[in-house]
Structure formats: C-alpha cells, structure tokens
C-alpha cells in the first residue's frame, strides 16, 4: 500500500504511488485457504448430485444453497446465463468462492450472473458472453439501508454484452467494499447498446485496478 496522503495508480509497469514508487500486490480477503468445494457441472444433475467431483450439482443456484462460509463453488462447462443468488454471505475470514474449474462459459441471459445481496463472495475465473444487458450484475436487492459486499470480481472475461439492453459488462448498484481486478471486458455495448466496461450506481470504498477494456 501507499503512504497516507498518497494515491496508487496503474501506469504501463504496474501499480504505483503518485507514479514514483510500486506500490506491491493487491490482497483481498479472497487469498484464503479453500476449507469445502462443492462442485457443478453442466452435464451434473440437481436431483441425485451431492456436489462432490464425482455427482456434481447442474447449477449455481444449488451449489449456493449448500454454501456456508468457507465454501467454494467451482463450475465446469457451459451454462445459460441468468444464474442469480440471493443473500449469499460469507464472513471475513471465510469468503464464499465461485470460480471456474477447468474452464466454465455462461452465455446468453439477460444478466449473466446476478448476485443479490452478497457479503464476502468472490467471483473468479469465469467467463460470461452474450447477455443483453450485464455479463456480472451485483446489488443490494433494492435496499439501500444493507448495500451488498465486500465482494471481490478478479480474472474475469465479459465479452459481447449488450445485445438488446444495456449492455454493461459488469453492473454494480448499492455496493460497499468491492474489489474488481485483473478482467477483461471486450465489446461492452455491442449491437448498439449504450453499456460501459463498469457501471456504478450508489457504490463506495471500491478498488479497480489492473482490468483490461477494449473493443
């Protein structure tokens, strides 16, 4: 981190304070030791899985209501889009995790993932194309009293969003303590959407750093 009355910012070479001296590595509450995985697979199944590697669950919204804190959800292969999660909630020294394990799509949809009122989730790894409006859509379920958060978005690729919304690659409304580093957002607003890389929306005390926009 900087000194105090110094501001860290990103240059060609990485990231630097005031643009004079590296600031170091971003750590989140993110960088933790996995304690359970639960896992989903486009070719699982919702009914007989139990979530391990061998029966694994068929979609998000099941691993999710198995997670407790401490739990990460790895998906493999490709799935609709319009995956939501309502009050997933971690703690602060045991995230729920949602990454792609050996690789997962999530195509099509209105939003690709929707998270409603998240606390201590990270997202990872995953790659979203084709929604109409957000590729990642994070927010406080319309109560602005509880914003959602802390929640991390890191190593991400959104592409080709915006086929008839939108068209924001990552939507963020009523959000408090976010991380969003290291994504790729391609073609935000494609088949003439007005969309953004990041829309933000009664958002505070958010890092975004490291991400890489381009049409």
């Known amino acids: 981190?900087?000194?105090?009355?110094?501001?860290?910012?990103?240059?060609?070479?990485?990231?630097?304070?005031?643009?004079?001296?590296?600031?170091?590595?971003?750590?989140?509450?993110?960088?933790?030791?996995?304690?359970?995985?639960?896992?989903?697979?486009?070719?699982?199944d919702d009914r007989t899985g139990d979530g391990s590697m061998a029966l694994p669950f068929a979609s998000l919204s099941r691993a999710a209501g198995e997670a407790t804190p401490g739990t990460t959800i790895r998906l493999s292969g490709g799935f609709q889009g319009d995956q939501i999660v309502e009050h997933l909630h971690g703690d602060a020294t045991a995230p729920i995790i949602i990454q792609a394990w050996g690789g997962a799509t999530i195509v099509g949809g209105v939003d690709g993932i929707r998270l409603v009122d998240p606390r201590w989730v990270v997202l990872e790894w995953l790659t979203l194309q084709g929604q109409s409006s957000?590729?990642?859509?994070?927010?406080?379920?319309?109560?602005?009293?509880?914003?959602?958060?802390?929640?991390?978005?890191?190593?991400?690729?959104?592409?080709?969003?915006?086929?008839?919304?939108?068209?924001?690659?990552?939507?963020?409304?009523?959000?408090?303590?976010?991380?969003?580093?290291?994504n790729t957002l391609t073609a935000c607003g494609t088949g003439g959407g007005t969309g953004t890389g990041i829309d933000m929306v009664g958002c505070h005390e958010g890092l975004i750093a490291g991400n890489y926009f381009h049409d």
Not at 30 to 37: E, G, K, L, Q
């Open 134 to 182: 957000s590729g990642i859509r994070i927010d406080d379920g319309g109560d602005a009293a509880t914003p959602a958060g802390p929640v991390v978005v890191r190593r991400v690729t959104i592409r080709d969003v915006g086929t008839g919304g939108a068209g924001d690659c990552m939507k963020l409304s009523g959000v408090d303590d976010f991380f969003v580093l290291d």
């Open 1 to 44: 981190p900087c000194e105090e009355g110094s501001e860290c910012v990103m240059v060609d070479t990485g990231p630097v304070c005031n643009g004079a001296t590296y600031c170091g590595a971003i750590t989140t509450f993110a960088d933790v030791t996995v304690s359970r995985v639960v896992f989903v697979d486009s070719d699982g």
